[in-house]
């Protein structure tokens, strides 16, 4: 099945190339500035988004991550002690929260979970269904 979209050109060893594209790259993909991060390019798109507040556990795989975001005006990062307390982040809607991998992603996933509960229609904090 063809899924390709536009001309393709061979290569010299009969090989079939990417199709030459001469649009000029997004925003995103941008280099003229060097220093970008994607740490930088993350803060910056959280607060277009709205995200005001970011939950995170520091870990030491993350805090790189958490520099840049700190660096942020737009940001204020919210330390918690487990990842059950960053998952609460989207209590208000959108939200933000940074953990490590493995057992912290896993852990924050109940909190993501459950964390907006008390705002379901006809539902009350603490109630059981």
Do not use: W
């Not at 277009?48 to 660096?71: H, I, K, S, W, Y």
């Not at 209590?91 to 992603?105: D, L, S």
């Amino acid at each position: 099945m063809d899924t390709a979209i536009g001309p393709r050109r061979a290569a010299a060893n009969g090989a079939v190339a990417c199709p030459a594209s001469s649009s000029p790259k997004p925003y995103y993909m941008s280099t003229s500035n060097s220093s970008s991060t994607l740490g930088r390019h993350l803060a910056r798109r959280l607060v277009q988004v709205g995200v005001r507040d970011v939950f995170a556990v520091p870990g030491d795989f993350n805090l790189t991550l958490l520099d840049e975001l700190m660096a942020e005006p737009g940001l204020r990062l919210v330390g918690c002690c487990n990842e059950l307390n960053a998952g609460y982040a989207r209590a208000r809607g959108v939200g933000a929260c940074a953990v490590t991998f493995t057992v912290g992603g896993l852990s924050v996933l109940n909190a993501i979970a459950t964390g907006g509960r008390g705002q379901q229609p006809g539902g009350r904090a603490g109630a059981s269904r």
